[in-house]
């Protein structure tokens, strides 16, 4: 059984920092590139940033500089360190993973940033 389960959601005030992890089962997830996303409220879902297997990374422009990804593969578990949150960064962000033409899902865990 496939699954990943993201976690360290909550609520943060601007300026703040959250670290997001994605603990991943079920499927050999060093072969996998693994993606953040976000879907905030009316909006589409949208790509915040990647990790390939090899380790070289993506980040949208509205985020480069301000989040990192990281990958443990010996802990089949994916990070995002968010800095320096926005009121803007309020979203439900969603783990993915993808090989070729396999794609799985979290559940997604709200991060909500508000003072």
């Known amino acids: 059984q496939v699954l990943l389960v993201e976690s360290g959601g909550g609520l943060v005030q601007p300026g703040g920092s959250l670290n997001l992890s994605c603990a991943a089962s079920g499927f050999i997830f060093s072969s996998y590139a693994m993606y953040w996303y976000r879907q905030a409220p009316g909006k589409e879902r949208e790509l915040v940033a990647g990790?390939?297997?090899?380790?070289?990374?993506y980040y949208a422009d509205s985020v480069k500089g301000q989040f990192t990804i990281s990958r443990d593969n010996a802990k089949n578990t994916v990070y995002l360190q968010m800095n320096s949150l926005r009121r803007e960064d309020t979203a439900v962000y969603y783990c993915?993973?993808?090989?070729?033409?396999?794609?799985?899902w979290g559940q997604g865990t709200q991060v909500t940033v508000s003072s």
């Open positions: 990790i390939a297997s090899g380790g070289s990374t």
């Open positions: 993915n993973a993808v090989q070729l033409f396999f794609t799985y």
